[in-house]
């Protein structure tokens, strides 16, 4: 994510005084080399998907798209002290898994880093990385992980592009390249859903049409039950530009809005205000949540259901039971949950989402008890259990994970706790601390929300022993 309000980190040193009136010489950009006269062979994949190899003198390196047991040639881009990183220069000897990457812009643009891996493959990657960092914490799991997957083509129903005019007035539409800011020009994209990738060709047409394309900063696209919604974001208002965006939005039947101003820029509608909804399974049928454009959503549908439906699987009965959903957004658990007939407090941070999560409570006819609360704030979880222990808890926080809140929970524990994670690295912390706190991990699933990714979701089921329930599939004698 963008780190929009957040402050600049500091810089290092340069050793250079300001009163000097001159700065220190920028560092040589690394020139590709080869890596010595033999070929290596790639080892293992690192946790982001890069191949590991280690040079004839011992060294460490990454190699973007190369697989395990391939031989091949490097060509290193990046020297550091403890280890380089290179690229394939000649693949000698290819892995019975690389397969051709279903999409032509593979090579260029950073979004899809996997699409050389055979699907299966990847998913087997993915369930790998999350046990050895659990490993490492000392969790070894014993139940096999469940594996929640769907197709590995147009699953994705958001997107974010970016928008650049180049020194030549030439103007840019797509997705970053890897571990660059320059924009990689997209005409199609494989991972996204039908509706949303047959809008690239016309809008990188209209992009170019426009009289002040530098006012556009970028352009989100989400699906959603009533159509595909279109927001842009324009840095200042064009007179000229809005009719422009007005007619494409009437043409391909989208929703617009904008996204106006440089700072604390404020969600301008051009078309009528839509109430945006999608559908997540309940215990009996379907239910309808209501969002806005910025919310958090899950960005896969179909892994998204099977998320909510393993979560009350995994849950059992919880008729009458006091459930705390924390990270709870609009509702993406809390409902299913109360649905199924739990006495769910659900809470959230964001002041617009707790307002729709309130909502989308009222709108399927479910009592939830809506809260909003700071929970990177030390007292703000134990306040919440304070006020009654609940008998299941849900944790579905951002990449940096649930430190505050677990640790308030190992302090507090309650019977069973759920833990959806995005970041397998803040997971693996936190489940440390679960399990050294008294909890057992009885439930482990991988989540393959974005297909042809490194990136990785999970779902882990914890247990406590001494608040006085049996674990799931215990004996009455053990």
Request: aromatic share 4%; proline share 7%; with cysteine.
């Amino acid at each position: 994510m963008a780190r929009l309000g957040k402050r600049r980190p500091a810089r290092a040193r340069s050793g250079v005084s300001g009163l000097q009136g001159r700065q220190a010489p920028p560092a040589a950009p690394t020139v590709p080399r080869a890596v010595g006269d033999e070929a290596v062979i790639i080892e293992r994949l690192a946790h982001d998907g890069r191949g590991v190899a280690h040079t004839a003198v011992g060294k460490t390196l990454f190699v973007d798209g190369a697989l395990p047991g391939e031989r091949l040639e490097v060509a290193v881009h990046r020297a550091r002290k403890r280890f380089d990183e290179g690229h394939v220069r000649s693949l000698i000897e290819a892995s019975p898994e690389r397969v051709t990457p279903p999409c032509a812009h593979f090579a260029r643009c950073g979004g899809c880093d996997l699409q050389h891996l055979a699907l299966d493959a990847q998913r087997r990657h993915k369930v790998a990385v999350l046990l050895e960092l659990l490993a490492r914490q000392g969790i070894e799991p014993s139940p096999a992980p469940q594996l929640l997957a769907g197709a590995g083509e147009g699953y994705r129903r958001r997107a974010r592009l970016g928008v650049k005019v180049d020194a030549e007035g030439g103007v840019h539409l797509g997705f970053r390249a890897r571990h660059s800011h320059r924009l990689v020009d997209i005409g199609d994209c494989t991972v996204l859903v039908p509706s949303l990738s047959a809008l690239l060709p016309p809008l990188h047409a209209l992009v170019a049409s426009l009289e002040a394309p530098r006012q556009v900063g970028h352009l989100e696209l989400l699906e959603s039950d009533q159509g595909v919604t279109l927001v842009v974001r324009q840095l200042r208002d064009h007179a000229g530009d809005r009719q422009r965006w007005l007619t494409f939005a009437g043409q391909h039947g989208l929703h617009l809005a904008r996204r106006l101003g440089r700072e604390s820029p404020a969600l301008d509608w051009l078309t009528p205000a839509p109430t945006l909804t999608c559908r997540v399974p309940g215990a009996e049928g379907e239910l309808v949540l209501g969002f806005a454009p910025g919310d958090f959503l899950q960005a896969n549908a179909r892994v998204n259901r099977q998320m909510i439906e393993t979560a009350l699987a995994w849950l059992g009965d919880v008729e009458g039971l006091a459930l705390l959903d924390l990270f709870a957004g609009v509702g993406n658990f809390s409902l299913p949950l109360a649905a199924a007939g739990a006495r769910v407090t659900a809470v959230e941070g964001n002041p617009a989402m707790v307002e729709r999560l309130a909502g989308n409570a009222r709108h399927n006819a479910l009592e939830v008890e809506v809260r909003q609360a700071d929970l990177g704030r030390v007292g703000a979880v134990a306040d919440l259990l304070a006020r009654g222990l609940p008998k299941v808890a849900v944790l579905d926080p951002p990449r940096d994970g649930a430190e505050v809140a677990c640790r308030a929970l190992v302090e507090q524990p309650v019977p069973r706790l759920l833990y959806v994670s995005c970041d397998p690295a803040t997971l693996a912390r936190d489940a440390a601390r679960l399990v050294h706190g008294g909890f057992r991990l009885t439930r482990l699933a991988v989540a393959d929300m974005f297909a042809h990714t490194s990136h990785l979701e999970s779902m882990l089921l914890f247990e406590h022993p001494r608040t006085g329930r049996q674990p799931l599939g215990a004996t009455p004698d053990g």
